[in-house]
């Protein structure tokens, strides 16, 4: 969707080879945590590895890198959807109704998430019959 390192060229690969190297390090690593320590949360089990201070220190930032990374999308999609679907509709009625469907999902568990699935599925095949 966004071009990205147009200038950089090989190095541009090179790059993105290199972080993806380095993701799959952390990934094996959180994956061998998971499996050692399958009922402990990862801020938990990081407080053992690397003591009580540092640990908490690490956790937290743990905790709000995940949570600056959930508002990001959060608002992304919010703003993707003014500019593509809802253009006349205020962002903040965007973001309330994504709230409560996000309230709505949480609340009644994954399956009403899947049966609202399958409702649009449904309109959605119906539509493009129609039209």
């Given at each position: 969707m966004f071009p990205l390192n147009l200038d950089a060229k090989e190095a541009g690969w090179i790059s993105k080879l290199l972080g993806m190297a380095a993701a799959l390090i952390f990934y094996a690593v959180f994956c061998y945590i998971a499996r050692d320590k399958p009922?402990?949360?990862?801020?938990?089990?990081?407080?053992?590895?690397?003591?009580?201070?540092?640990?908490?220190?690490?956790?937290?930032?743990?905790?709000?890198?995940?949570?600056?990374?959930?508002?990001?999308?959060?608002?992304?999609?919010?703003?993707?959807?003014?500019?593509?679907?809802?253009?006349?509709?205020?962002?903040i009625m965007i973001h309330a109704m994504m709230v409560v469907a996000i309230g709505y999902v949480l609340a009644l568990g994954i399956v009403v998430l899947a049966r609202t699935g399958e409702i649009f599925y449904v309109v959605m095949m119906s539509m493009i019959v129609l039209s």
């Open positions: 009922r402990q949360p990862f801020t938990v089990v990081i407080e053992g590895i690397i003591g009580k201070v540092p640990g908490k220190i690490l956790a937290s930032l743990y905790t709000l890198f995940f949570i600056y990374q959930a508002s990001r999308q959060f608002n992304d999609f919010a703003l993707l959807m003014s500019v593509s679907v809802f253009d006349q509709t205020p962002i």
